[in-house]
T-cell receptor, first 111, second 114 residues
């Protein structure tokens, strides 16, 4: 059974204080790993797809990396508007199209 | 708007009642998904449609849950004999062909069963 574990559950940063969020996963075969952002009362919003170990993707202050066991979402010099819950999900190569999500990391960036 | 639309945004019902939740996907998206999200948890897969047919319904928790997409566009999630444990946010998502995990989610329907 696919499993996704995210840590920490919650993270508070000062504006400009860089940090990383962790996503550990277990799948029989990885089709893709996905990062989403979710604001309160909204649906998740797609950020990145990573397909193979060593791959990196960047968008503004966010950079996602992937190894064979985990993914990191690095946040450089965050701003208050980066406050949200960040969700990691995996797609197993054997399980059609469903995504298995972790419970998320709730990020708060203080001004 | 051009996004995924879900109605109602909020639904309060009594235990044992029947509920329908509607999803209108992005125009041209052939793949449609239903997920359920409980407080403090990530979304949990329920069912995936490719066109009109349910390609994967392995996430439906029991036979009280059923979903249709008769014309390959709008989908309805139907819950019979609701239970308090069904309380959650039901999220609908769509994607162009279902070939990637890049999903476009609606804002969800919050279901509360009293």
């Amino acid at each position: 059974e696919d499993q996704v574990t995210q840590s920490p559950e919650a993270l508070r940063l000062q504006e400009g204080e860089s940090s990383s969020l962790n996503c550990s996963y277990t799948v029989s075969g990885l089709r893709g790993l996905f990062w989403y952002r979710q604001d309160p009362g909204k649906g998740p919003e797609f950020l990145f797809t990573l397909y193979s170990a060593g791959e990196e993707k960047e968008k503004e202050r966010l950079k996602a990396t992937l190894t064979k066991k985990e993914s990191f979402l690095h946040i450089t010099a965050p701003k208050p508007e980066d406050s949200a819950t960040y969700l990691c999900a995996v797609q197993d190569s054997g399980s059609a199209r469903q995504l298995t999500f972790g419970s998320g990391t709730q990020l708060t960036v203080l001004p | 708007g051009a996004g995924v639309s879900q109605t109602p945004s909020n639904k309060v019902t009594e235990k044992g009642k029947y509920v329908e939740l509607r999803c209108d996907p992005i125009s041209g998206h052939t793949a449609l998904y239903w997920y359920r999200q409980s407080l403090g948890q990530g979304p949990e897969f329920l069912i995936y449609f490719q066109g009109t047919g349910a390609a994967d319904d392995s996430g439906l928790p029991n036979d009280r849950f059923f979903a249709v997409r008769p014309e390959g566009s709008v989908s309805t999630l139907k819950i019979q004999r609701t239970e308090r444990g069904d309380s959650a946010v039901y999220l609908c998502a769509s994607s162009f062909q279902g070939t990637t995990g890049e999903l476009f989610f609606g804002e969800g329907s919050r279901l509360t069963v009293l």
